[in-house]
């Protein structure tokens, strides 16, 4: 499976963006799907899980209540839509799959990585 991730740019803080991840290739493996993002000096950390068929989701509280995850199985998309964003939101984000269906937290349970987008949230 390859990832394309997309949607990132520059906005002002309290603005919002929707994040896009394209699935391609082998898409019967693109299954639960990871938002993390890594600001510099950070570890790339989880901010948002959806499960293969939608029902599960997991937000951490860094994004809960102002984030929401989506996915599209026909379109292989998974998008993610953040509002309110803050300076502290900066970073490069970073779309992730795994072939099972559970949206785990953990970097090392996704096999597919997308290359990233840079979000830029000024004050």
């Known amino acids: 499976v390859q990832l394309q991730a997309s949607g990132g740019g520059l906005v002002q803080a309290g603005g919002s963006l929707q994040l896009a991840c394209a699935a391609s290739g082998r898409t019967v493996n693109f299954g639960a799907v990871g938002w993390f993002r890594q600001a510099p000096g950070k570890e790339r950390e989880f901010i948002a899980g959806?499960?293969?068929?939608?029902?599960?989701?997991d937000y951490k509280v860094v994004v809960k209540g102002r984030s929401t995850i989506s996915r599209d199985n026909a379109k292989n998309t998974v998008a993610l839509r953040m509002n309110d964003l803050k300076p502290e939101d900066t970073a490069v984000y970073y779309c992730?799959?795994?072939?099972?269906?559970?949206?785990?937290?953990?970097?090392?349970?996704?096999?597919?990585w997308g290359q990233g987008t840079q979000v830029t949230v000024s004050s």
């Open positions: 959806i499960g293969r068929n939608g029902w599960t989701i």
């Open positions: 992730a799959a795994r072939s099972g269906s559970y949206p785990y937290d953990s970097r090392a349970e996704y096999e597919y």
